[in-house]
């Protein structure tokens, strides 16, 4: 870890007021490594999250190191969480970024217990793991560890290139739980991408990460989430992002129409005043009041395009709607090989 050039802010007492009862802030931090951002570590007292059962979500158990991202896509769908920290959804969230930074330790701790079951993990479906802050915190070589050595199975998602430096990791992982990884990859026009999700790496980066953990022995899913009405929906583009895809290595793509909760809406409307004006009664139209999901029609006119170029480049694929009915099986008994592995991403994804 790299602690010069830092200062210790003074800690603001008011500006994480919301923050869980159940972590301790330690310090915050900022660094010329991470312009405008500030790191707030915290103590967490606990590591992995029960997914509600009222859920959807196809898995029961969670762990994320961070809260906030660096990511800064402005269709995020985290962003109302920051509102609990008494944090702003918008700017706030992409650059006050909380840092559980014993994260690893209180995992290791949870999965020995007697009583867990070693039920699937999920890491990155709330904030992303490999977020730029990772580069520093060094978190999930640990996280990793924990899981694998407990016979923890466990999935990760990210947007973050820097998954290349555990793929090593990941791989001695697979050896003995399942592990599956996706890439979420939704805009392959680059000046779009680096409009909507200004912190992320490029859309090449990433699918050469595909192919890095492709050629690694995984059987890599995509999520080409969110597609933006008018912006990534039409069929050059989507024959474009497939063929990509295809060209990467990934074996499956879950696709799915954007979502606009709450705690977006405002700043992706924002947004898309400012870059896209004659755009915006189109998609008041389409996310009208608190409606988070594009109309039922939209989804069904989106699958009728998708579906066709999926069989046509010779991906897996599903919608996201369709993924989120079912939970994985829960593994007890971990895979030895990479290639069993496989089948249970399949499930999982
Ligand atoms: S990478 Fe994921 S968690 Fe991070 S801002 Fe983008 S959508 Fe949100």
């Known amino acids: 870890m790299r602690w010069q050039g830092q200062q210790l802010g003074t800690i ?3 500006a994480l007021s919301g923050l869980d009862s159940t972590d301790d802030l330690v310090r915050s931090v900022t660094t010329p490594d991470f312009a405008g951002v500030t790191f707030h570590e915290v103590m967490a007292r606990s590591a992995l999250n029960r997914v509600p059962s009222t859920s ?7 762990v994320n190191p961070y809260r906030g991202c ?4 402005v269709y995020c769908f985290a962003r109302g969480s ?7 959804t918008g700017r706030d969230f992409d650059s006050q970024i909380i840092v559980k930074a014993n994260i690893a330790e209180v995992l290791r701790a949870e999965v020995r217990r007697g ?5 699937h993990v999920a890491l990155g479906t709330n904030t992303d793991p ?4 990772e580069g520093r915190y060094r978190l999930m070589p640990g996280i990793i560890d924990a899981l694998a050595e407990s016979g923890t199975p466990f999935s990760v998602l990210t947007k973050g290139t820097l998954l290349r430096r555990d793929l090593p990791q990941l791989v ?3 050896s003995v739980v399942d592990v599956s990884i996706a890439m979420s990859i939704a805009i392959f026009d680059d000046d779009l991408q680096k409009s909507v999700e200004p912190g992320t790496p490029s859309t090449h980066a990433r699918l050469d990460t595909v192919r890095a953990a492709t050629d690694a022995g995984f059987r890599v899913t995509v999520f080409m989430m969110p597609i933006m009405p008018h912006l990534t929906d039409s069929m050059p583009a989507l024959q474009n992002a497939l063929s990509r895809i295809r060209e990467a290595g990934a074996a499956r793509v879950i696709y799915g129409a954007m979502h606009l909760r709450p705690g977006v809406k405002p700043w992706f409307m924002a947004w898309l005043r400012r870059e896209h004006p004659e ?7 389409l996310y009208p009041g608190a409606s988070a999901q594009a109309p039922k029609q939209y989804r069904q006119w989106l699958s009728r395009r998708v579906r066709p170029l999926l069989r046509a480049y010779k991906l897996d694929g599903s919608a996201e709607e369709e993924t989120a009915r079912f939970r994985p099986r829960q593994t007890s008994t971990p895979s030895r090989v990479i290639q069993t592995k496989s089948a249970a991403a399949a499930r999982l994804f």
Do not use: K, N
């Open 172 to 174: 001695a992982a697979a």
């Open 115 to 119: 009583s867990w079951g070693r039920e």
């Open 82 to 88: 920051h509102a609990y920290l008494d944090l702003d």
């Open 70 to 73: 660096s990511h800064a896509c």
């Open 56 to 62: 959807e979500m196809p898995f029961d158990w969670t």
């Open 130 to 133: 490999y977020q730029r802050a």
């Open 279 to 285: 755009l915006v009664s189109s998609y008041l139209g």
């Open 12 to 14: 603001d007492e008011a």
